[in-house]
Nanobody, 125 residues
Framework: QVQLVESGGGLAQAGGSLRLSCAASGLTFSRYTMGWFRQAPGKEREFAAAIRESGGLTYYADSMKGRVTISRDNAKNTVYLQMNSLKPEDTAVYYC??????????????????WGQGTQVTVSS
């Protein structure tokens, strides 16, 4: 049974930082592209960042470039999203996802096989 469990969300002030984690189990982690998506109230789920299986390639949404860093530790089956210079518009539920056949199409949520339950990030102004 595959499980993706996010943690690290919470309340932050604008300009602050948060580090999200996603611990995976039940799958061969190093064979999956890992992605982070987010969904704000009343909006569609949108791509934030992704990292390829070995960690050698990363992808970022334009809205987040320069402010976030995605990384992974295949020994710990964990992917991270370091978010800096947070803005109120970053407020959303953040989800991690795992996909075996995502490749460079990391922005497409329908290509991911497994999803976590999400962690809430709230940024106050």
């Amino acid at each position: 049974q595959v499980q993706l469990v996010e943690s690290g969300g919470g309340l932050a002030q604008a300009g602050g930082s948060l580090r999200l984690s996603c611990a995976a189990s039940g799958l061969t982690f190093s064979r999956y592209t890992m992605g982070w998506f987010r969904q704000a109230p009343g909006k569609e789920r949108e791509f934030a960042a992704a990292i390829r299986e070995s960690g050698g390639l990363t992808y970022y949404a334009d809205s987040m470039k320069g402010r976030v860093t995605i990384s992974r530790d295949n020994a710990k089956n964990t992917v991270y999203l370091q978010m800096n210079s947070l803005k109120p518009e970053d407020t959303a539920v953040y989800y991690c996802a795992a996909g075996a056949s995502v490749y460079s199409r990391s922005y497409r949520p329908n290509l991911y096989d497994y999803w976590g339950q999400g962690t809430q990030v709230t940024v106050s102004s």
